[in-house]
């Protein structure tokens, strides 16, 4: 698998990048969107597995981003998680959905 930025959105919310900075060495991380104005009170991950992806989700105050990592699996996922780097932030992590790895 690749490693690296997937897609052309290169921009990263600053609560974000030591994330993005730990996925970049393990896979793929499509960024997205970033949404502005988003009232948070601290700083958070939440991670949503998917159909051949996980979602990550990052809210700190003031922006949202929503990124899509690829060639990482949930129990790699939860070890990133842990790193130091990362020890400010809440983390909430979803259940896999039944159809979460079965291809059409």
């Known amino acids: 698998?690749?490693?690296?930025?997937?897609?052309?959105?290169s921009t990263v919310i600053d609560a974000a990048k030591p994330l993005v900075a730990l996925l970049d060495a393990r896979g793929r991380v499509s960024r997205g969107v970033i949404e502005a104005r988003v009232g948070a009170g601290g700083h958070t991950i939440k991670v949503s597995p998917q159909k051949g992806a996980l979602r990550v989700t990052v809210v700190a105050k003031g922006a949202?981003?929503?990124?899509?990592?690829?060639?990482?699996?949930?129990e790699e996922m939860k070890v990133i998680l842990a790193d130091k780097s990362l020890r400010n932030f809440l983390v909430r992590i979803g259940h896999p959905r039944p159809d979460a790895g079965h291809q059409e």
């Open 1 to 9: 698998m690749a490693k690296g930025r997937a897609g052309t959105h």
């Open 64 to 74: 949202k981003q929503e990124l899509h990592v690829y060639g990482v699996s949930l």
